[in-house]
């Protein structure tokens, strides 16, 4: 099982023409948990949608603390991936 990462156009009902980012369950969930979705991951999860706003601003507090190198490569993917969306006007959505 995979979660993807997707900038998604509300307004249009679409994905956005943005690159996703798939990722395993496991992976998944220690992303979001260092983005600080705990209790959704805690409860199994990993479905859900945020502001590209809010998404890039968790990623840039994300990436002050010291991770290894596939999280923060992984957390460089994902900071791309919300100021695309940003610029697109998109929602962050995973699943």
Not at 18 to 24: K, L, M, R, S, T
């Amino acid at each position: 099982m995979s979660v993807t990462f997707a900038a998604y156009n509300v307004t249009a009902d679409e994905f956005a023409d943005v690159e996703d980012i798939n990722v395993n369950n496991s992976n998944a969930a220690r992303i979001l948990r260092a983005l600080g979705f705990d209790d959704e991951v805690s409860l199994g999860d990993l479905c859900g949608s945020t502001s590209a706003r809010d998404f890039q601003a968790r990623v840039v507090l994300a990436r002050r603390f010291p991770r290894d190198d596939y999280m923060t490569g992984r957390l460089d993917d994902l900071f791309r991936l919300a100021s695309a969306a940003r610029a697109a006007d998109c929602v962050v959505s995973w699943a």
